[in-house]
């Protein structure tokens, strides 16, 4: 089958609030699912307020394409929560905000 056309997959992801990262920024409470990718060297993702995301999740994926780190961090009030992904494989982190502190609660790693 020739070609396919995803604009609309793109549409409907931003719709969903999934977040397209390829660059250093500050995620909003809102944006909880982040795809991220190191193509265009090493930055960071800020996590929101700890406070204004108390109760939430968020799962950011970063694909395995590019060399340079992805870095996560986020600062609560009991300290600084810090995660350096490097990319020689594909990771997926979850992290929680109890609205003291970010936690950890999951990170995977594979080919």
Known sequence: ??????RFLDAHIARKGVKEVDEATTLKVHEQVVLAS??????TITLPGVMSAEGKFYSILVDD????N???SGVG?????EKVMGTTNAFQLLVYSD????????FNEWD
């Open 1 to 6: 089958m020739a070609g396919r056309d995803y």
């Open 99 to 106: 609205g003291l502190q970010w936690h950890e609660v999951a």
């Open 77 to 81: 009030l009991l300290g600084t929560y």
């Open 70 to 72: 992805v870095t996560v």
């Open 38 to 43: 190191s193509d265009d060297g090493a930055y």
């Open 65 to 68: 394409e590019g060399d340079d």
